[in-house]
């Protein structure tokens, strides 16, 4: 899909500056458009990631004492603001409302101000929406630990603290409609659609499922209408758009087949919305709303091939380069998890299968494999992209961003075989009614200990992850001489002037 | 036990199909379907053509970042 | 003629308001007109306040409140009800609390199954009293404990195997967890009289 010559006439127009917000400096040097958004993006874009990091660390903090206590019961078991049925949502809250929102957040910003070549606006309404944020969750987190959980799966924080988070969506959303309308692209790129639909469709979710008008079985249908669409229509379409670009920017070549990309876009915006349901597989809601969900659910793969398409034939011809890129690296990882775990919920929600893993640990697995190896990872990704742009500085150490790759990587990995395997034995077990339900316990418990080993691990990761951030933040650390990578590319990689042949020996 | 529900929901679907596939048909007509692969190569330009990343600091060629504030 | 991204938004917003009439609306509509299923009844007085305290303690993440049809997955087989659940069950529950895993058995009918409240208290004290090799968490908070005088424990005093209470101590139940206690009797799920009628 290579053009034969990279200069296209829409290209072109898109950097030439308008009168108005770039002053005539830059008609010196074109180039810098990209030096001036990062810029005018850096504090709003900081803010976000910064809390999004400092929630990871907490959610993962909660996420070692909910492991911890499955294995050993009694662990703090005298305290009640830490028991496992407290620890557990404020575990799911702070990785789904406080890390990854956040860190989407920040990423989306400045994708935005690239994808739309003009500076973000309203950056002080940004920041004031990411402090609200962040009083959203103090006050959700400590409401859960204190018993104040709304009981409802996915949104157990207390409304107060959802009465913080939803404005402050639309502070951002407000933000970006204004950068939007003042663009200076003619063509809005795949990324931008993503970007603006979740904007558009999380807060109708988040009220939708706020509403006090619900209880019993409709309660659940809705209940699992928006988990499903939180995952499906706010953290896929950042993971996505963010994915379009890195890919893309990093191999250096243009999606594999971008027309394509509008296909994938609408059968998501239309299918994903309709499979919520098979949470409800075997339950009391009505048979035939049930089966609806399992049949859009299917037609998800539709979504997930066209994505899977575009991702990977991109990636894959200059696929030596996640050798080189963290960013790469970690984007790749995550659209490859992403075509796993879609292609998993497109095929499991059937009836006979879900006999089996409905209830079990199987779907822990199934939603870590979606909401870590897809969404964390490229989230880890674009942060080692943007950080060095807005921040103007490098990362600190090749070696601790390896350590923060593989931990990750073979945590999740660990995580996620061992809680599939353990799950499956779990349910069929429970099918047999000849087994005692203890014994059913006993034999998921291994599984549940390599769960507290992968978590071990992923903590190491993200504790490397937070401590780099930190160091980049603060520009400590050597000072750098070029982009950060794992091994030294050979010359003409990555631009001109990147070091001489590669020398895998010397650089790890 | 009654249908309306599921009648309802087959309504949906059905009006929502037919909706969807009017769209498509008038976007046809007016032309958005044509240079649909156009849009690839927004990521890239003059200063950064494909195959060659230069969105990078600190490279010796590199554009350097104005004084952060 | 609409512009682009006004295009995108108005079918992004018609997506979802579709899927949201579907999955949310209508069945809130069909099923509000449904009758509660025979032993079904509002909740009053300790029970509401046990509801609450098993939400507080997020009973939910382990514990289920739906039987699977007969014949699908073990459940009846089991002995967790008599029938499979139907929406009329649930009529009354503000929020659901269906639940989504079974790292413990499903509660729906747990009041025909476990009808003593001293196997329930010591449960609760410490589920591996009554347990063993459970993974439950304890509950301790829901208990005071006593000096044992030389009379011996208080009438009251949950009864525990050797080594689970305090040493030289009884435990008592709060109001917490009689009311925890009181809320598990409610859910039992009545057979009905016309078995054809399940969904």
Redo the contacts between chains.
């Keep these: 899909?290579?053009?034969s010559s990279?200069?296209?006439p829409?290209?072109?127009e898109?950097?030439l500056p308008t009168p108005g917000r770039l002053t005539d400096a830059v008609l010196e040097?074109?180039?810098?458009w990209?030096?001036?958004v990062?810029?005018a993006s850096?504090r709003p874009v900081l803010a976000y990631v910064l809390s999004g990091v400092v929630w990871l660390v907490v959610g993962t903090g909660f996420a070692l004492l909910a492991s911890f206590?499955?294995?050993e019961?009694?662990w703090l078991?005298?305290t009640?603001a830490l028991?496992?049925?407290?620890v557990?949502?404020a575990h799911l809250a702070a990785m789904v409302y406080g890390w990854l929102s956040m860190v989407d957040i920040g990423i989306m910003i400045w994708l935005w101000g690239r994808?739309l070549k003009t500076e973000v606006r309203h950056t002080g309404v940004l920041l004031a929406s990411c402090a609200l944020w962040n009083v959203g969750m103090v006050i959700g987190i400590i409401g859960l630990l204190a018993?104040?959980?709304?009981?409802?799966?996915w949104v157990e924080m207390p409304v107060a603290s959802f009465v913080c988070i939803v404005p402050a969506l639309g502070l951002v959303a407000f933000s970006m409609l204004a950068s939007?309308r003042r663009r200076r692209?003619q063509?809005?790129?795949?990324s931008v659609?993503y970007l603006?639909?979740c904007m558009?469709?999380t807060p109708?979710?988040l009220v939708?499922v706020l509403l006090p008008?619900?209880?019993?079985?409709?309660?659940?249908?809705?209940?699992w209408?928006f988990a499903h669409?939180i995952l499906g229509?706010w953290l896929t379409p950042i993971g996505l758009a963010s994915a379009y670009?890195f890919i893309?920017?990093?191999v250096?070549?243009?999606?594999y087949?971008?027309?394509l990309s509008?296909l994938g876009f609408?059968t998501l915006?239309?299918f994903y919305?309709?499979a919520?349901?098979h949470?409800?597989v075997?339950?009391?809601?009505?048979?035939?709303?049930v089966t609806?969900?399992i049949t859009f659910s299917v037609m998800m793969i539709i979504p997930v091939l066209v994505v899977a398409v575009n991702h990977h034939m991109t990636a894959f011809s200059r696929i030596r380069r996640v050798v080189y890129s963290p960013t790469l690296r970690f984007v790749v990882f995550g659209a490859m998890s992403y075509t796993a775990v879609s292609l998993q919920g497109a095929l499991m929600p059937f009836?006979s299968l879900m006999?089996v893993t409905?209830?079990?640990h199987y779907?822990?697995a199934h939603s870590h494999l979606g909401m870590y190896a897809f969404g964390t990872m490229i989230a880890f990704g674009s942060v080692y992209y943007i950080l060095?742009?807005v921040?103007?500085w490098?990362w600190a150490s090749r070696r601790l961003i390896a350590l923060h790759f593989w931990t990750t990587g073979l945590g999740i990995g660990m995580y996620v075989v061992g809680m599939t395997i353990g799950g499956v034995i779990?349910g069929r077990m429970?099918?047999?009614?000849s087994i005692p339900?203890?014994d059913i316990?006993?034999a998921?418990?291994p599984w549940?200990w390599s769960r507290s080993v992968a978590g071990v691990l992923m903590t190491v990761g993200h504790l490397t992850f937070a401590y780099l951030v930190w160091q980049i933040v603060r520009h400590r650390g050597p000072a750098?001489?070029?982009?950060v990578y794992f091994r030294t590319p050979p010359a003409?990689v990555?631009?001109?002037?990147?070091g001489g042949p590669v020398d895998s020996s010397a650089l790890l | 036990m009654s249908y309306a529900?599921?009648l309802v929901?087959v309504g949906i679907l059905v009006g929502?199909a037919a909706a969807?596939l009017t769209v498509l048909f008038r976007a046809d007509r007016a032309g958005l379907f044509r240079h649909?692969?156009?849009?690839?190569?927004?990521?890239?330009?003059?200063?950064?053509?494909?195959?060659?990343?230069?969105?990078?600091?600190?490279?010796?060629?590199?554009?350097?970042?104005?004084q952060?504030? | 003629m609409l512009t682009?991204?006004a295009l995108?938004?108005l079918?992004?917003?018609a997506?979802?308001l579709?899927?949201?009439t579907?999955?949310?609306l209508v069945?809130?509509l069909?099923?509000?007109a449904i009758e509660p299923t025979p032993g079904t009844e509002e909740l009053f007085g300790a029970q509401v306040r046990g509801r609450e305290i098993y939400?507080?303690?997020?009973?939910?993440?382990?514990h289920?409140q739906?039987v699977?049809?007969p014949g699908?997955?073990?459940d009846i087989?089991?002995?967790w009800g008599p029938r499979?659940?139907?929406?009329g069950?649930?009529?009354?529950?503000?929020?659901?609390?269906?639940?989504?895993?079974?790292?413990?058995?499903d509660l729906r009918d747990i009041a025909s199954r476990q009808p003593s409240s001293a196997w329930h208290y010591a449960h609760f004290y410490?589920?591996?009293s009554v347990?063993?090799?459970?993974?439950?968490?304890?509950?301790?908070?829901l208990f005071t404990t006593v000096e044992v005088g030389p009379g011996g424990a208080p009438a009251d005093a949950v009864a525990l195997p050797p080594g689970f209470a305090p040493p030289g101590r009884a435990v008592i139940p709060t109001e917490e967890a009689e009311a925890l206690v009181a809320y598990l009797m409610t859910l039992k799920l009545e057979p009905l009289a016309d078995p054809t009628a399940t969904?």
Aim: aromatic share 10%.
């Design positions: 899909m290579t053009p990279p200069v296209l829409e290209a072109a898109a950097v040097d074109v180039v810098t990209r030096r001036r990062d810029a850096r206590k499955l294995d019961p009694d078991g005298q009640a028991t496992f049925g407290r557990r949502p994808l018993g104040a959980s709304t009981g409802v799966e939007l692209v063509h809005l790129y795949i659609w603006g639909a558009l469709w109708i979710l939708a008008i619900y209880s019993g079985v409709p309660h659940a249908t809705v209940n209408w669409n229509l670009y893309p920017k990093v250096g070549r243009p999606v087949s971008y027309h509008y609408w915006a239309l919305n309709w919520g349901v949470h409800l075997g339950g009391p809601a009505p048979q035939w709303l609806v969900s009836r006999e409905h209830f079990t779907t822990i060095p742009r921040t103007g490098e779990e429970m099918n047999d009614a339900f203890l316990v006993a998921t418990k549940l750098p001489t070029g982009p003409g990555f631009g001109q002037g990147d | 529900p599921l929901i929502g969807t649909l692969s156009a849009g690839a190569t927004v990521l890239f330009d003059e200063a950064e053509p494909p195959g060659v990343p230069q969105d990078q600091l600190f490279a010796p060629d590199a554009t350097r970042p104005p952060a504030t | 682009r991204p995108l938004f079918g992004a917003f997506a979802i579709m899927s949201f579907a999955l949310a069945p809130k069909q099923l509000t939400i507080r303690e997020g009973c939910i993440y382990c289920t739906q699977r049809p699908y997955g073990g087989a089991r002995g499979g659940s139907l929406p069950d649930y009529v009354y529950d503000r929020p659901h609390l269906l639940g989504t895993m079974r790292t413990g058995p410490n589920p591996r347990s063993p090799g459970s993974i439950m968490p304890p509950f301790p908070w969904e």
